[in-house]
């Protein structure tokens, strides 16, 4: 029986909507591993800081560390907030399409920038429109809404 080419697109259209979940199911496990140990680091007890009085030498040191303990813990909140964000959009079945073309972004994108939703054409397209702009997925740019 021969198809036309209609059924062939609709071949591939589901091979490739099945290589596509067999890889967020991938990603999904890498992503919450990731969000276990952020977890646990942020639910580990913060290293105290010596309380005693001491020189001026001493008390900017430490507060130097806490400065640098706050930054690492907003880091690892922001990333925390990025990945619940990505595993909420594989639950809706959006993860892994580019936002811009509705193309599959792609396994090797998705695995170096979990959090992405552009595909690598529309980024080099956004930058051609604007050499000045550049895609960082930060928690700035999620739409989530329990927000």
Known sequence: MKKNQNDAAVIYEDEEMKIAQEEIKEIRAMLLKEQKEIQNLLSDKREEFDTE???????????????????????HYQKLKLIENALGRMDLGEYGWCEETGNWIGKKRLMALPFTRLSVEAQQELERQSPNYRYSPSVENLKLEDD
């Open 53 to 75: 009085v001491g020189d001026e030498i001493d008390n900017s040191v430490n507060t130097q560390e806490r400065e640098m303990q706050s930054r690492m813990e907003l880091r």
